[in-house]
């Protein structure tokens, strides 16, 4: 069952006609699998690309390698790369990309702990960005990023509305 916030969101896109497509790293694909889980709203998902090993992160998203190695795979930076790399692939009015730590053996730090997570994407041309903290299992702390990420992008859309 999806989050609430994910069928909230899922809802305000149908009804407003517009697209989401997402570059999925920690996440594994799971955003996809949400928001498609939504009854009637699979209209509204683009596609998804999950770029987990750093190689599909340079060859098909067009993360530079001296960016890889300066702010490690799971970083902010990176994540800017992966939306604007989607951006360019995933013709959608909403881009979503996730990197971060969801379970040990990444590029945890005293900084940034397992549970940290980065979104970076555009509504439309207007660029946005989050880093989240979560406890949890790798699973919670991915379904948490899910549910989060969904509220902020709804907040940030109704804001647009008004």
């Not at 509204?44 to 998203?61: A, H, N």
Request: overall charge neutral.
């Amino acid at each position: 069952m999806p989050a609430s916030s994910v069928v909230r969101l899922c809802h305000f896109l149908l009804k407003n006609e517009l697209t989401i497509a997402f570059a999925e790293s920690a996440s594994t694909g799971r955003f996809i699998y949400e928001f498609t889980s939504v009854p009637e709203c699979g209209s509204v998902v683009k596609g998804s690309l999950v770029c987990y090993d750093v190689v599909v992160k340079k060859r098909l998203l067009g993360v530079p390698e001296e960016i890889i190695k300066k702010y490690t795979a799971e970083s902010p930076e990176v994540t800017q790369c992966l939306a604007i790399g989607l951006k360019k692939l995933i013709p959608a009015d909403i881009i979503v990309a996730v990197t971060g730590l969801a379970s040990p053996g990444g590029s945890e730090s005293p900084d940034k702990p397992v549970g940290t997570m980065f979104a970076h994407g555009f509504i439309r041309e207007e660029a946005w960005q989050t880093k989240l903290f979560f406890k949890g299992s790798p699973d919670e702390i991915i379904a948490q990023t899910i549910a989060k990420v969904a509220s902020f992008l709804l907040e940030k859309l109704q804001d647009n509305a008004k």
